[in-house]
């Protein structure tokens, strides 16, 4: 055995809590030989926490965790520890950075610098968080260190069934650990462990299977026809001519036989079979299998453990064979399609190549794809607005003029005031609108109020004719975002201007198009109009002098889809009067700089 090989069985025992006190010494010596192998274990010390806690987020379980590991150390560990967690801080410690500038947000609030992200925690995290899972099973794999990665997978004979046909068909709300959202139909690597925090991700194989994962869950591609699973459930669905698909956990395999099947693998890599139709083969893993990346074909002569079928499920566990129990069926588990959503945008480009008007749409309404053009849109106009912090309320172009204040007749024949500002939310440009508006931690429960002293922060909107609530999505916002903030968009309560019984307010706390959706197109520059005080009105909005900002920090442009069934309406009712709130979970605000209406579909 090589010194790696031995290396990487004393650690897994070290990871696990079962390393011996007569190994400690020996480990000692491995670690303090090779700096490299030394950082390694640090990186596999944390990834194997942090993969953990991914999969579990309440705190006290958390902390439940850590705690259990550290009690199965053996007890003379202490000092053991304290070398390894002392190279580990020498490996973290942070550099001196210079002080970061106080900066100006879209808000024209001042926000305090970005500080570098210290500590192994993120470091070591981001390198190598996905191998962890492969790590604690390579000893009963029988797999050197160095072949969990990306790199020498890639290297490995072309006569090997790699998986370079398997692909990512779809993606909704999916972040991945130390990555970027991957673009859809971008190629899976083979033998590459990927961490799937949240969200939901479809991968299509090449003779027609497809699997949908969903977060948090630990994923490869063992081959073309065969998926690895070490945490997380996924929705199989195998027709003909893909029979034979398997998908591999730590502990088992479960072959398809003409199947739509749900498999979950929990931490303790116990796992639930459902079948949904057809029927799926279970066989136990042994100690020593077959690597799959050289044959992939399906050992038919292994006994088979476990044949389900339609409507059955069984839960598999591993103690000194495996073992079975059935348990309910739930059709529940499975997930046919991924949900209704925005899919992507186009937009013009300036001469730079950035974003600002909207041309079309892309989304998928009652699970089908379909494309809306910009022109097809409702314009929304904002009527009332009411700030909770001093600020920028609007983003566009430097200057006003050009604009008409001329009464006009909307769609259902009432005359309204143009207000030239406020107009700038209902053109289809990404960068100019209303923003910032008021907010509330916590959501309307009753009609805002708009006259008074005592007025509700927020903005009201007014669609030019009513939209139906329809199937899927029923209008859409864009948000415009800085690169320093939320990630995942502002989040905003969107409520009914009239509740009733049955009416409520819905929270939207991540968008469709994030910062880190490949869809998300960066914005072309504008300036935010800085007002001398909290503007509480409309009349304020327009009347109050603004000073010009050039925004020299770069947005992008988010959206999502807004189902008004989300808000108690009833199926084909007309709205067209809302209200929006910035949750105020952090100091910034939303900017919704596009609200439109979604035309039913045809």
């Not at 879209?106 to 996905?130: D, E, F, H, N, S």
Request: glycine fraction near 8%; charge should be negative.
């Amino acid at each position: 055995m090589s010194p790696e090989e031995r290396f990487a069985v004393l650690w897994t025992d070290y990871l696990e809590g079962e390393l011996q006190e007569s190994s400690l010494a020996e480990l000692r010596e491995l670690l303090a030989d090779d700096e490299q192998r030394l950082r390694h274990a640090v990186d596999l010390y944390q990834t194997h926490r942090l993969l953990t806690l991914a999969a579990e987020h309440r705190p006290g379980r958390q902390r439940e965790f850590v705690d259990r590991v550290m009690q199965r150390l053996p007890r003379t560990s202490e000092r053991f520890v304290g070398d390894v967690m002392a190279d580990v801080e020498l490996l973290a410690a942070p550099k001196p950075t210079k002080t970061l500038p106080t900066q100006i947000d879209q808000a024209g609030q001042q926000r305090p610098p970005l500080r570098p992200a210290t500590g192994i925690m993120v470091a070591a995290a981001v390198v190598l968080l996905a191998i962890v899972s492969a790590a604690i099973y390579q000893q009963n794999r029988g797999l050197d260190v160095n072949d969990l990665s990306s790199e020498i997978a890639e290297s490995q004979s072309p006569k090997r069934s790699r998986g370079d046909g398997v692909r990512f068909a779809n993606l909704a709300h999916a972040k991945f650990f130390g990555e970027l959202q991957p673009p859809v139909d971008s190629p899976l690597k083979p033998q590459r462990d990927y961490v799937l925090m949240k969200g939901l991700a479809e991968v299509r194989f090449p003779a027609g299977a497809s699997a949908i994962i969903e977060g948090p869950a630990v994923f490869r591609v063992v081959s073309d026809d065969c998926l690895g699973m070490d945490i997380g459930k996924c929705s199989v669905h195998a027709p003909d001519g893909a029979e034979g698909f398997r998908i591999e956990t730590p502990m088992m395999r479960v072959v398809d036989r003409g199947t739509r099947f749900t498999v979950n693998v929990a931490e303790t890599s116990e796992t639930e079979v459902h079948v949904v139709e057809g029927a799926a083969d279970i066989y136990e893993n042994e100690d020593s299998p077959v690597d799959q990346t050289i044959n992939t074909t399906v050992d038919v002569t292994q006994k088979t453990q476990v044949r389900l079928t339609d409507g059955q499920a069984q839960r598999f566990a591993v103690t000194s064979s495996l073992a079975s129990d059935s348990i309910p069926y739930d059709p529940n588990l499975y997930r046919r399609g991924l949900p209704d959503r925005v899919i992507a945008y186009e937009a013009t480009s300036n001469d730079a190549g950035y974003a600002d008007r909207l041309l079309r749409l892309t989304l998928q309404r009652d699970g089908m794809i379909e494309t809306i053009d910009a022109d097809q849109l409702i314009p929304a106009r904002v009527t009332y607005f009411n700030a909770s912090q001093g600020g920028g309320y609007l983003c566009g172009p430097r200057s006003f003029s050009g604009e008409s204040d001329q009464a006009k007749l909307d769609a259902a024949g009432h005359e309204t005031t143009l207000n030239r500002r406020a107009e700038w939310s209902s053109d289809d440009r990404l960068v100019t609108g209303v923003i910032n508006p008021g907010g509330s931690k916590r959501p309307l429960k009753s009609d805002p109020v708009l006259l008074g002293d005592d007025t509700t922060p927020g903005m009201a909107i007014r669609f030019d004719e009513p939209i139906v609530n329809g199937i899927g999505d029923d209008l859409v916002i864009f948000d415009l975002q800085a690169f320093v903030n939320p990630p995942d968009g502002d989040a905003f309560h969107l409520s009914p201007m009239k509740f009733r019984d049955g009416l409520r307010s819905y929270t939207v706390e991540m968008f469709d198009l994030t910062m880190e959706s490949p869809g998300a197109r960066d914005l072309a520059d504008f300036f935010v109009h800085m007002y001398p005080s909290v503007v509480r009105s409309l009349e304020e909005l327009e009347s109050l002098p603004t000073e010009p900002r050039r925004q020299s920090i770069r947005f992008r442009g988010l959206v999502v889809g807004i189902d008004l069934t989300d808000l108690g309406y009833a199926p084909n009712e007309t709205v067209q009067e809302l209200f929006i709130q910035d949750a105020l979970d952090d100091k910034h605000h939303v900017d919704p700089v596009l609200i439109g209406g979604l035309p039913p579909r045809r």
